[in-house]
């Protein structure tokens, strides 16, 4: 059975940092496309940032410069850490992964994050 679970959220002020972590069992996250999502209310989620399996990194141009996404292949695991945050990155955080064949997809249960200003 795999897993997916996301921890770390939090409240913080404007300019201060996160970290975010993801969390996979029962499948090795090294052999996924990881991402995060964001998702505030009455909005579709959207892409924050983006792993594939060889490794390389975007992100999106909102948290570009100040996010930081990293992977631990031996722990399964993936790492978004988050500096001088602002108010607009205020959402619950996701984690998916996708793997290719056979085609699958999983999803995290998410983590609030809230940034006062």
């Known amino acids: 059975q795999v897993e997916v679970e996301e921890s770390g959220g939090g409240s913080v002020q404007s300019g201060g940092s996160l970290r975010l972590s993801c969390a996979a069992a029962?499948?090795?996250?090294?052999?996924?496309?990881a991402s995060w999502y964001r998702q505030v209310p009455e909005k579709q989620r959207e892409l924050v940032a983006k792993i594939t399996d060889a490794g390389v990194t975007t992100y999106s141009n909102s948290v570009e410069g100040r996010f930081t996404l990293t992977r631990d292949d031996f722990d399964s695991r993936m790492y978004l850490q988050m500096n001088s945050l602002e108010p607009e990155d205020t959402g619950v955080y996701y984690c998916?992964?996708?793997?290719?064949?056979?085609?699958?997809?999983?999803w995290g249960q998410g983590t609030q994050v809230t940034v006062s200003s």
């Open positions: 029962g499948i090795s996250l090294r052999f996924a496309t």
């Open positions: 998916k992964l996708e793997f290719a064949r056979p085609d699958r997809i999983y």
